[in-house]
C-alpha cells in the first residue's frame, strides 16, 4: 500500500533530509512551502497524514493545524509536528490543537520512519473500523426492515386465528 504525505517545511535543507529518509519507504511526499501552500495541497491531494513544521512564513504550522482540524474533510488526517519549537508549552499546544505527534528537529531518522508507520497503522485501523461499523448499520437497517415487514404481514392471519379460537 502506498501512503500520500505532505510536508509543509520553508527550510530546503528540511525538505531534502525528509526526502532522502521518505523516499526509500516508498511514500509518495508532496511538499508545501507555507501554511497557505498546506491548504491548498491538502484540498488536492488528501494525504493519509501530513508533516507540519511550525515556523513557517504566512500562518504558522499551529494555525495551519487548526483550519484542518476545523475543516471535516480534513479533520482526520494525522498531523505530526516536525519542528525546531521544543519548549514544553509549544509541544502542549501542537497536541491540543489536535496534533497526532510532535518531534523536535534535528530529528533521528528512524524515529521519524517508526512514528509514521505507527500512525499509518492506526489510520488504517481506524479507517476499516470505520466501513465496518457502517456496513454493520447497513445490516442492522436491513433487518429491522425485514422484521417489521415480517410483523406487519402476520398480523392479519394471527388476528384470524385468534378470532376462530375465541
Do not use: W
Not at 500500500?1 to 509543509?8: D, I, N, Q, S, Y
Not at 508532496?30 to 512564513?57: C, F, H, R, W, Y
Not at 456496513?135 to 404481514?153: A, F, P, R, V
Amino acid at each position: 500500500m502506498h501512503f500520500k504525505l505532505e510536508f509543509a517545511d520553508d527550510t530546503p535543507a528540511n525538505i531534502d533530509l525528509l526526502f532522502q529518509t521518505l523516499s526509500p519507504e516508498g511514500y509518495k511526499i508532496s511538499v508545501a512551502g507555507t501554511g497557505e501552500e498546506t491548504l491548498k495541497l491538502v484540498s488536492q491531494i488528501n494525504p493519509d497524514l501530513i508533516l507540519l513544521d511550525v515556523m513557517m512564513p504566512g500562518i504558522d504550522g499551529f494555525e495551519t493545524c487548526k483550519k484542518l482540524k476545523k475543516n471535516p474533510e480534513t479533520a482526520s488526517i494525522p498531523i505530526i509536528f516536525i519542528t525546531a519549537k521544543a519548549e514544553a508549552e509549544d509541544i502542549v499546544k501542537g497536541f491540543t490543537l489536535g496534533g497526532a505527534d510532535y518531534l523536535t528537529k534535528p530529528f533521528n531518522r528512524e524515529e521519524v520512519c517508526a512514528r509514521i508507520k505507527t500512525h499509518l497503522h492506526f489510520q488504517v485501523l481506524l479507517n476499516t473500523s470505520e466501513a465496518q461499523n457502517k456496513k454493520l448499520n447497513e445490516l442492522n437497517d436491513t433487518k429491522n426492515k425485514l422484521m417489521g415487514m415480517t410483523c406487519h404481514d402476520l398480523r392479519n392471519p394471527i388476528t384470524s386465528i385468534q378470532g376462530f379460537s375465541k
